[in-house]
């Protein structure tokens, strides 16, 4: 029987669920989702809704095997991660992926919602497919790479015909009609797409990928405001567009370093459009990409500093 004013016990497996502190916060769930979905439980001894919510977490999170995991922090001894993420009641539960949190909730919720949380969030990391389809996927990305993007757009659209809710074929048919420039098609696929996959990393890095696309549209010369920078290294717009002018020319890492200059001088100059900014591109990219690991270890340093 767990005894009031003592921590959470479980017998769940400590590769799944740990004790998470301020120190290892940064590797145990913002590095750790870049791959794997991480559950964050906020809670404190003192928290009785958090004595039932836990174990009922610890249970989904274990019947997932693997394709979830589980980091639990004690507001009372890491009282600065709590105040940096805005926590103002308990239980609160955060979904990281990728970096950052994407989905949550607050208070006792039943055992059938904090299962279908949990299944929900296991989704985000994506899952099997059927082999053939896999196969076909794979085949039409080669396409893509290697630049055939109308045959990948035709590939991609066959395999949707078989599984309409393919998460990888329909974030590939949005960046095929994005290669061909056909940037109001891969809108109107992004708005329609199904409920199922809606929130899905495939979906979320081709909007991304969107933004980043109508933005390159209206890009500056390069030279030019470089030049404004380096005249006067605080005109936070100058470095804004410079950023956006060198994303524009495939100069994605440049890009990055600017954005990060910027936030390390304002970091809420213009309702904190540099960290908007880099976490369109980090969501645009590969989670896998070594700029994302890189440019987002170096913006959290920043914000847990």
């Excluded at 009372?76 to 993420?85: S, V």
């Excluded at 909007?207 to 936070?236: C, F, I, K, M």
Aim: hydrophobic share 45%; aromatic share 6%; with cysteine.
């Amino acid at each position: 029987m767990l005894e009031f004013g003592q921590p959470q016990k479980t017998d769940a497996p400590t590769d799944l669920i740990r004790d998470v502190e301020e120190t290892t916060f940064m590797a145990e769930v913002v590095e750790a989702s870049m791959t794997t979905p991480v559950i964050v439980d906020f809670w404190a001894p003192w928290c009785g809704p958090c004595k039932t919510l836990g174990p009922q977490l610890e249970q989904a999170v274990t019947a997932a095997k693997g394709a979830v995991k589980m980091a639990k922090v004690d507001v009372d001894r890491n009282q600065q991660i709590a105040a940096q993420l805005q926590i103002q009641s308990i239980p609160t539960v955060y979904a990281f992926w990728q970096g950052k949190p994407v989905d949550g909730f607050q208070g006792a919720v039943s055992a059938n919602e904090v299962a279908e949380f949990v299944k929900r969030t296991a989704a985000l990391g994506g899952g099997a497919e059927d082999d053939g389809l896999a196969e076909a996927v794979t085949a039409a990305e080669e396409m893509l790479e290697n630049g055939e993007a109308v045959d990948a757009a035709q590939t991609f659209a066959a395999v949707l015909g078989e599984e309409p809710e393919n998460v990888a074929a329909y974030g590939g048919l949005i960046r095929a009609h994005l290669a061909l420039g056909e940037l109001d098609q891969a809108e109107v696929l992004i708005d329609d797409a199904p409920a199922a996959i809606a929130a899905s990393a495939e979906v979320e890095a081709a909007r991304a990928q969107l933004v980043l696309a109508r933005q390159a549209t209206n890009a500056g010369p390069v030279a030019e405001l470089t030049a404004a920078v380096e005249a006067d290294p605080d005109d936070h717009q100058a470095r804004f567009d410079l950023a956006a002018a060198l994303l524009a020319s495939d100069e994605t890492e440049a890009a990055i370093d600017q954005l990060l200059d910027l936030f390390r001088r304002d970091r809420e100059w213009n309702d904190g459009a540099a960290r908007t900014q880099l976490f369109t591109i980090f969501d645009a990219l590969k989670p896998t990409d070594p700029m994302v690991l890189k440019g987002r270890r170096r913006l959290s340093s920043m914000i847990f500093a």
